[in-house]
T-cell receptor, first 113, second 112 residues
Framework: EPEVTQTPSHQVTQMGQEVILRCVPISNHLYFYWYRQILGQKVEFLVSFYNNEISEKSEIFDDQFSVERPDGSNFTLKIRSTKLEDSAMYFCASSADSGYGYTFGSGTRLTVV | RKEVEQDPGPFNVPEGATVAFNCTYSNSASQSFFWYRQDCRKEPKLLMS???SGNEDGRFTAQLNRASQYISLLIRDSKLSDSATYLC?????????????FGKGTKLSVKP
């Protein structure tokens, strides 16, 4: 079964440092997403991406966040200057069509110290 | 009002039991609906889409009532492996394609 792949599985970073979280969506999918989940909380939407541009973003996705699809396979989330409250599990997802459910990757656990 | 409301549980049931989860959503413009399951510290996994006519997939049956903005999931003959958090997920339409809206879900624990 096709998978969404995320790397690394766990990243520890110091407050103020930049991090890049990487994702390889399913190859024939056209819509890409980032979500995050703080421990014990619900899954929260960050951003959606289609046709090489952001389609929608939440209030969480401020100027510290950016996304990029640098080539035909990778989809990245960059946090420029991490804060303690950015510690969470970050999930990448993709879908073939805007009406379908999403397939999620196994996530990157980001710990900011 | 929260976009998605579910009884948080936990629902503790014995193996073989039938269990039902209910969900209400607030955005009447939501067009697509899904049930996901999430194991502890894992990613959400799509369990099934929910169609207006209701649909069944093995031991799982989903129902949608658009007039009441209500979605349900029935699990028959529950297994130990069904233990997870079940998330009712409407798709909100906004921007150019919308996105899935998650609540906290309902925790199910199936005991031997």
């Amino acid at each position: 079964e096709p998978e969404v792949t995320q790397t690394p599985s766990h990243q520890v970073t110091q407050m103020g440092q930049e991090v890049i979280l990487r994702c390889v969506p399913i190859s024939n999918h056209l819509y890409f997403y980032w979500y995050r989940q703080i421990l014990g909380q619900k899954v929260e939407f960050l951003v959606s991406f289609y046709n090489n541009e952001i389609s929608e973003k939440s209030e969480i996705f401020d100027d510290q966040f950016s996304v990029e699809r640098p080539d035909g396979s990778n989809f990245t989330l960059k946090i420029r200057s991490t804060k303690l409250e950015d510690s969470a599990m970050y999930f990448c997802a993709s879908s073939a069509d805007s009406g379908y459910g999403y397939t999620f990757g196994s996530g990157t656990r980001l710990t900011v110290v | 009002r929260k976009e998605v409301e579910q009884d948080p549980g936990p629902f503790n049931v014995p193996e073989g039991a039938t269990v039902a989860f209910n969900c209400t959503y607030s955005n009447s413009a939501s067009q697509s609906f899904f049930w996901y399951r999430q194991d502890c510290r894992k990613e959400p996994k799509l369990l099934m889409s929910v169609y207006s006519s209701g649909n069944e997939d093995g031991r799982f049956t989903a129902q949608l009532n658009r007039a009441s903005q209500y979605i349900s999931l029935l699990i028959r003959d529950s297994k130990l492996s069904d233990s997870a958090t079940y998330l009712c997920v409407p798709r909100r339409y906004g921007g150019s394609q919308g996105n899935l809206i998650f609540g906290k879900g309902t925790k199910l624990s199936v005991k031997p």
